[in-house]
């Protein structure tokens, strides 16, 4: 057997023989089985195991036998929001694939120093909610330039500014979710400036969808003009944003912003007083939804290039 899918079987219990019977088992899921609590130290037996998903379990404890699985590439613990510990990660040295978002795992020094010794990591997906951990997190470039999607949850007031210092290629999603967020920078590790001036202007050449989600602080996302590509913005219950774009701020790098965007939902934004000063041409305008922003009284569209 090559092989499993068992994919939302409404399975419980793994018992201990069960993986000593598959040596030669390359691909394992197990995603979807939400009454999955416990996976058994004999997986360790499956020592060609490459590609592994637990995803949608509620799998608490990271099983000791995983650190066995030295061939193991592909490691999917997305929405188990009940992992407990990470200890032993880094002992997975041939892991490409690591996708940790929404997985709530305990944030520490440990666990980022373990993610650092993965080598070969090439893709990552991670939620991170602790400020210091945040901050270690984006300074570092090999984890940032292998992020494919980042959820910035649960920062409270005393830590609330977020500074990306280090070239996100590879991020594709950016989710910040129930958090008090003063200021979003953009800047490089020399020098600190509210909106620093990247020495590039595809800071996050591949970033296309971004949601802020019943957040406050922000004024304005103006950091949006770096991201050249994106595609999907929603905003959704920011108590105090005021504009999306600030003219002002945004005509110090002569970008225009949104010309790959195909869809822009705005709800329960009741500060929300304008996008951009000037109309804007959105050439990929697909949809846009509007609900509860009661001080939005124009759109910046440009129909005669829209």
């Not at 929300?272 to 000037?278: A, D, E, N, S, T």
Request: aromatic residues 6%; charged residues 20%; contains cysteine.
């Amino acid at each position: 057997l090559i092989t499993l899918l068992l994919r939302k079987n409404y399975l419980a219990n793994i018992s201990s023989s069960f993986f000593r019977l598959m040596p030669m088992l390359v691909v394992l899921d197990l995603s979807m089985n939400k009454d999955l609590r416990h996976l058994p130290d004999e997986i360790s037996e499956c020592v060609s195991l490459q590609y592994l998903s637990l995803s949608r379990t509620r799998i608490r404890i990271w099983p000791a036998g995983l650190v066995e699985l030295r061939k193991l590439l592909y490691l999917n613990l997305e929405y188990t929001r009940m992992v407990e510990s990470l200890c032993g990660i880094s002992g997975l040295t041939s892991l490409k694939v690591l996708r940790l978002f929404v997985s709530g795992f305990p944030e520490d020094p440990c666990v980022l120093n373990e993610l650092q010794l993965l080598e070969n990591l090439q893709t990552l997906t991670i939620t991170l909610g602790l400020a210091s951990i945040l901050e270690q997190f984006l300074g570092n470039q090999r984890l940032a330039s292998c992020t494919r999607a980042l959820r910035i949850e649960n920062l409270n007031p005393q830590s609330s500014e977020i500074s990306f210092v280090a070239t996100m290629d590879s991020l594709q999603e950016l989710h910040f979710a129930d958090s008090d967020i003063s200021e979003i920078k953009v800047e490089r590790k020399e020098t600190v400036l509210p909106l620093q001036i990247p020495t590039t202007t595809t800071f996050f050449p591949n970033l296309s969808q971004v949601s802020l989600e019943f957040c406050k602080g922000l004024r304005d996302l103006t950091w949006l003009i770096f991201a050249p590509n994106l595609t999907v913005l929603r905003v959704i219950s920011a108590s105090h944003l005021e504009e999306i774009i600030n003219k002002e701020k945004a005509e110090q790098q002569n970008l225009i912003p949104f010309q790959e965007l195909k869809e822009l939902r705005l709800e329960n934004v009741k500060m929300l007083k304008r996008i951009h000063r000037g109309p804007l041409p959105f050439p990929c305008l697909q949809k846009i939804l509007v609900n509860g922003c009661s001080q939005l009284r124009k759109l910046p569209l440009n129909f005669t290039r829209s």
